[in-house]
C-alpha cells in the first residue's frame, strides 16, 4: 500500500472558468482519480486553500509520495512547510513535481540551484524516452505528442540528474530536460516538465502512465526519523576487540 | 588573476593556545600564506569577528573562489549571508568547503541535503586518489597519509558527486568521500573532508597542493549578473521568418 | 518468473579440496540453492567445462539475469561467447559481476576500459553501505564484516558508476567501490566485489542478500530485438503533415 | 605543447567533387588548419589511405590529442590499430570523435554499448549549450544554428555521460545528445554530433571553438606506460610498521 497525497494550488481551476471546464476537479482531483484506480495507491488530495495548506504534520508524516502541483501562488507557501516537506524527502518520503512546480520552495531546497529556465506561451511538444529501461518510462514508446504544452526551454538550472529520462522537443526551436530523476537523502525525486493548466495534459494517457509508474518507483522502503550527524564513541575496530 | 578570499569562522584559535600553537595567524592565516605564493592568486582573509561577518558585499562581490572553514560557529552566521553566498555561487564563483564546513549553511544550501555523517575523535588517515588525471588531482600519487585527523565516516548525505576524488580510510574501519566536487548553477563546489583544527592538516604539502589546484578548477571564467527565468516572448523558428 | 543463470569457471572447486570443503557443489551450485529458494526465480547453472561452455545459444536466449564468476580462466571464454554475452546485456539481459569477474571478457566488453585494480591476499574486509535507499541495499545495516576476503583496492579503473552502493574498508589500509551499478545500452549490471574461491563468502547473510536484490534490480522488463542504427526516411513533422 | 593528431577516412573527399568543393583539403585539413593557428598545439594530419592507416605506432604513441572523423569505411580500422587506440586512451591520451565516428571501432570499444542512433539526411539544426561553464563550452552562446546539418536523434545508446554540454534541435522534430563528455582509464573522451561531409560545419565558428576547447580540455596531463593490476605484497600497514 503507497500513500499518495496529490498537493495543488488549486488557485486557476477556482478563478478561470476555461480552467475549470479543462479540470472541474482540479488538477489535483484529475490526478486522484487516474492514481486511484491501482487498488495498491492510497490517494488523496490536499490543497493550498485548506487549513494549514492542506498539509498539516499528520498529513505529511502519513504520505509516502507527495505531487506537487504550483504556478504562482508559490510565495504562499510558508517557508516553514516548504521546510518540513524537504526534510521529510530528506527521510525518505517520494516527491514528484509537475511543470510549474520547478519554482516551488520545496524543489529549490531539494536543488540547491534556481531551478531557472526560459518559457514561452504554449507551442507543440514532443517528448523523447531517452532511458527506456527505467521503471518511470515503462510502457511509453520513443515518443510521444503534447499538441499544446507551455514551452520550458534550456538552460534549466539545475544539478546533472541522477537519470535524464525524457527530452522535450518543441516546435518554436527550444528543447528541454523534461523528465529527470535526483536521490536526496533518502528520499527520490521526480521532475516532469508537461501539464500546464490551460491544457489537457494531464488526461493523456502517456502523461498518465509516467506519473503511475513514478509514484511506484519514489515510494520509499521506509521512512528514517532523523538524519543526525552521530558521535560514534568507539570505532569499529574497538567493537572488534570488545568482543 | 583569481581573487580568493579565505574565511575562517576563527574561533579555535582565538580561544585555545593548542590551537594556536598550530596555526599562530589561524587557518586562514595559513591558507593564505601558501596559497599567496603563487603570483596569479590576489589572496584575502575575512573571519568571522570581523563587520559583516568579514563579507560585506564588496568583498563577496571581488570573490572569485571563496574558501571556507567554520566548525562550531555555523549558526552565527547569518541566514541572509548564507543565501547572498549560495547565489554568488550559482552566479559563477567557487566554492572551496574544507573539513567541518560540511554543516555550514552555504553547503547545506548549495546541496539540498543535511550533509550528515558519522564523526570521531582523531585517528590515523588514509587518503586515496582515485581520479588522478582530475585537475584537482594533480600531483598527489596513490595516496596520502595524515598520522591524526577527526574521524569522518558514511553514510555521507550527499547529492550523488559529480566526480568523486579521493575516498578516505580510517585505521579504527570507517570510509568516507573525502574529495567530491559538483556543479551548482554557473559555480562549481568541491568539498575536502582533511582540517580538524587541532591537527596540523593544513601544513601537509598534499593538502596544500589540493586546495592550490582546487582554486584553479574553481575559478570561474565569467560571473553573471541573474539567474531568472526568462519569459521569452518570440520563439526561435519565429526570429528567423523575420529575417 | 525471472529466469536465471548462475555461470562459474568450476575450475578451483575441482582441483582444490579446499575450495571443494567450502563450496561442496561448486560457487556455482551454492548461489543456486540459495536463489532457488525464491519461486519467482527459475534458477540454472553453468559452467565452463560444459559444452559451449555451458552457454549455447538457447541457454543464453533464455536468461533474463546472469551472475557470473570466473577468476583464472577468463582466456577460455571464446571471443565470439563474450560478444554474445556483451550484446544480450545491450538488448536487455541483467548481468551480475561478482569479484574476480571484475577481469572477465563481458565485464570488460561493457565498461570499456581495463577494470585492473591492485590485489592482496586475505584481509580482513568492512562493507559500508552507502546509498541505503537503492533496492540492491535492501536489508542491509550501515556495513557488514567478512572475516577474510581477498583484498581488491584502488584505483579500481572502471567508468564512473550510475550507483556507488557499497565501500568497501580493509584491515590492511586500503578502500574500495565494493557495489557499483551501471547502464549499458537496455541492460542493467552491477559489479560486486566479496567472493574469493577460498572465503566462505557466498553463505554470509548479507552477501546473499544483495546478490538476492541485484537479481531482482536487474531484471529486463523486456528485451529487445537489435541495436540498429535505424534510418528514419520521414521526419515526426513529415508524419504529421501527412495525416 | 599539446601535440594534436587529426585523422580523417579521407573517403568522400576524394571520391565526390561536391565534398572536394567544401573541403578542397579534407575534414582534416580544415580542422588541422584552425587548430594549427594556437602555437600551443602541434598539429598533424592522418588519413585511411596512408601506410598503418595513417597511425603507425610511433605516430600514435607521440600523440596528446587524437581527433577521428569517419563515416562509411569504419570497417577498414583493422581490430589491431583500434584497439591500439582504445588503450592509449585509458592510458592518457585525449580522444575527439565527430559525427558518424559514433559508429567508429575506437568510440565503440571504449563506451562499450552499440553507440546506435536513428538518422535522417539534412535537416536545419539548432546546437543548445546546457553547461555553459564546462571549459568546452566557453565562447559559445545560448545555442547556434546550422542551417543544413544531418539528422541524429534519440535514443542514442551510450553510457550515460559524465557531462551533456550540448542537445541538438531538429526541425523535422528530433532532438540529440549533441555534446557529451566521458572519463575512460586516465583519458578523455568528447563525442561531438554535428559535421556530416557534405554540409561545411567544419567551417563555422562554433563548431571551430568548440573543438579547439576540447583539446585544451582532453590534454593529458601525463600518459601512463600501463594499466596493470598490481598485486601488492604488502599492506599500506605492513609498510608503515617496517619504517
Redesign the interface.
Known sequence: MIRVTVWNENYHEQKYEDVRAIYPEGIHGCIASFLGKNEQYQVQTATLDQPHCGLPDDVLEQTDVLIWWGHCRHAYVPDELAEKV?QRV?R?MGLIVLHSGH?SKPFK??????C?????EG?RE?V??????HPIA?GIG??F?LPVEE?Y?????I??P???LF?????????F?SGCI???????VFYFQPGHERNPTFWHPDVQRIIYNAVEWAA??RIADS???????V????K?QMK
Not at 153 to 157: K, N, Q, T, V
Not at 182 to 188: C, D, K, N, P
Request: proline share 7%; charged share 25%; glycine share 14%.
Open positions: 524537504h530528506l525518505g519554482n531546497l531539494l536543488m540547491g540551484t534556481s531557472s529556465l526560459q518559457w514561452r507551442d514532443r523523447w524516452n531517452i532511458m527506456p529501461t515503462q520513443d515518443y505528442e514551452m526551454g534550456e538552460r534549466f538550472d544539478p546533472q541522477d537519470g535524464t527530452l522535450g522537443w518543441f516546435a518554436g526551436g527550444e528543447v530536460r535526483w536521490y536526496r537523502g533518502l528520499g527520490r520509499p522502503s538524519l543526525d550527524c552521530p558521535h560514534a564513541k570505532s569499529p575496530e574497538e572488534l
